[in-house]
């Protein structure tokens, strides 16, 4: 039979057994409610980026250099470039050139060169540059009796533009001039006869 101690010890083994287990649950419950940990922030921040552009952008938005002063008067005085023009005729009535194209402001060098045998008074051949709305016919007319003037008519002189001298077989000429407005022009030699095959169009873009 159980002894009033029998059940006093199971009694309190009991208790022991509840507190034990009560304890567990009151650790388990404390465990649970507690916040998870936070994540620790890493260490090295992402760099936020920068408003520095890169070096080409920075070039480019550099305000062009300024030409120097003395360059741009020099430019503009100059003009352009200088075209250099060589028309060969031989003992025939025919430019080896029908059409000259320049730019406006530029220089233009024009050089006749005779490359036939027969005298200029045979044989002459010249080149002249006519204003814009001079009449080629009339002019040429004008200029047969001018001979002592290279076949430039003196009534006429102010419609001239630029012209070289008569040459013959083995002779040259040289002259040098500014191009004039742009438009088309007609050249020619006033040589008696030798207008109607030798003309050609001179054109200032």
Not at 14 to 36: H, I, T
Request: some cysteine; overall charge neutral; glycine content about 10%.
């Amino acid at each position: 039979m159980e002894t009033k101690n029998d059940k006093m010890d199971r009694r309190s083994s009991l208790k022991v057994m509840a507190v034990s287990a009560g304890g567990l649950w009151l650790a388990a419950c404390e465990q649970g409610s507690k916040p998870a940990a936070k994540a620790e922030k890493p260490k090295e921040m992402a760099k936020k980026p920068t408003d520095e552009k890169p070096a080409a952008d920075k070039a480019a938005s550099k305000p062009a250099s300024k030409p120097e002063d003395g360059a741009a008067d020099e430019a503009a005085a100059g003009g352009g470039e200088t075209v250099k023009v060589a028309l060969e005729v031989g003992d025939g009535l025919a430019y080896n050139i029908k059409k000259i194209e320049v730019a406006a402001g530029s220089t233009v060098e024009v050089t006749i060169n005779h490359t036939g045998k027969m005298a200029a008074s045979a044989m002459g051949h010249n080149f002249v540059l006519l204003k814009q709305g001079t009449d080629m016919g009339a002019f040429a007319s004008a200029a047969i009796s001018a001979q002592a003037t290279n076949y430039i008519p003196d009534g006429m002189k102010d419609q001239v533009i630029a012209n070289t001298k008569v040459v013959g077989g083995g002779e040259s000429d040289t002259i040098s001039f500014s191009a004039p407005e742009k438009g088309e022009y007609t050249y020619l030699c006033s040589f008696p006869g030798h207008y109607l095959q030798m003309n050609g169009k001179f054109i200032v873009n």
